[in-house]
């Protein structure tokens, strides 16, 4: 019997990061996270765990990841 393997794999990513001029922010999407609400009755939330060039991870929302994948891969990579 074929064995399945299911890996979770980094992906480049931009995050638009608000009230800066500084323009996107390169990042690694790692996963999505879920967060509880504020309140008993809000809603669930979820948000993209990035990890950015300085080391930081942080939670953001959907909206403001772009997602570079294929050729642009080597413009977002940190170096080693």
Known sequence: MDEMLIKQERR?????KPN???GDVKGM????????????????VTKAL?????????KVMPEVVRFVD???FDKT????
């Open 77 to 80: 990579c940190f170096s080693e």
């Open 29 to 44: 999407f790692h996963c999505w996270v879920k967060e509880k609400g504020q309140t008993m009755y809000s809603p669930e």
């Open 50 to 58: 990035v990890e950015y060039e300085n080391g930081t991870m942080h």
């Open 70 to 72: 294929g050729g642009d």
């Open 12 to 16: 480049p990513c931009f995050v638009k």
């Open 20 to 22: 800066t001029n500084r």
